[in-house]
């Protein structure tokens, strides 16, 4: 069964960075393409971050760009997001996002706060 699994969240000050990662497995990872999503309270789900199968396109929110990175290394079935200069309006539950034949599957996310 298809399994996402998050890590790498926390507390940071506003400015500070993180890196998340999401060990996927149950499905061939190299054969599919993998975003990050967050979700605020009291918010809709939003997508952060996509990069297609072998990592030839990336695209990312408006409000992110130039300060977040999304990587993935096939061989070990795990994709990254690479946050920096964070602010406090990124604190959010962030999740790992595949959808494999029209269904979306989940991580339980990782949570990142950003406060002083």
């Known amino acids: 069964q298809v399994q996402l699994v998050e890590s790498g969240g926390g507390f940071v000050q506003p400015g500070g960075s993180l890196r998340l990662s999401c060990a996927a497995s149950g499905f061939t990872f190299s054969r599919n393409h993998m975003s990050w999503y967050r979700q605020a309270p009291g918010k809709k789900r939003e997508m952060v971050a996509f990069i297609s199968n072998l990592s030839a396109t990336t695209s990312y929110k408006d409000s992110v760009k130039g300060r977040f990175a999304i990587s993935r290394d096939n061989d070990k079935n795990t994709v990254y997001l690479q946050m920096n200069n964070l602010k406090p309006d990124d604190t959010a539950v962030y999740l790992c996002?595949?959808?494999?034949?029209?269904?979306?599957?989940w991580g339980e996310g990782t949570q990142v706060t950003v406060s002083s």
């Open positions: 996002n595949v959808m494999i034949d029209a269904v979306d599957y």
